[in-house]
Nanobody, 120 residues
Framework: VQLQASGGGLVQAGGSLRLSCAASGFTFADYAIGWFRQAPGKEREGVSC????????YYADSVKGRFTISSDNAKNTVYLQMNSLKPEDTAVYYC??????????????WGKGTQVTVSS
């Protein structure tokens, strides 16, 4: 199982980033794919997930209206468009695969994270 996250970086507050998660090694349609994040000194937080079978989505209250998750099932890839970024969005973002929906924080599988840093 591989979940390869990319797209993190440094951005100013108010800016945008798009994270990508390329999944392989399992049946994409059987899982929800999403993101959780971990910031230093803070609890791990579930951010968003999408159920591949029907496109149902979940967003944490902290990102609703700013982040949009989407899925390209032909490419086994999930995207997280992050707009209006805030310094409190700074964290390592992990892509994960979930057999349960709504998605718990930790997935059945997750990959290496990608760092998102938002400067004020």
């Amino acid at each position: 199982v591989q979940l390869q996250a990319s797209g993190g970086g440094l951005v100013q507050a108010g800016g945008s980033l798009r994270l990508s998660c390329a999944a392989s090694g399992f049946t994409f349609a059987d899982y929800a794919i999403g993101w959780f994040r971990q910031a230093p000194g803070k609890e791990r937080e579930g951010v968003s997930c999408i159920r591949s079978s029907d496109g149902s989505t979940y967003y944490a209250d902290s990102v609703k209206g700013r982040f949009t998750i989407s899925s390209d099932n032909a490419k086994n890839t999930v995207y997280l468009q992050m707009n209006s970024l805030k310094p409190e969005d700074t964290a390592v973002y992990y892509c994960a695969a979930y057999s349960d929906y709504p998605c718990p924080i930790l997935g059945d599988y997750w990959g290496k994270g990608t760092q998102v840093t938002v400067s004020s």
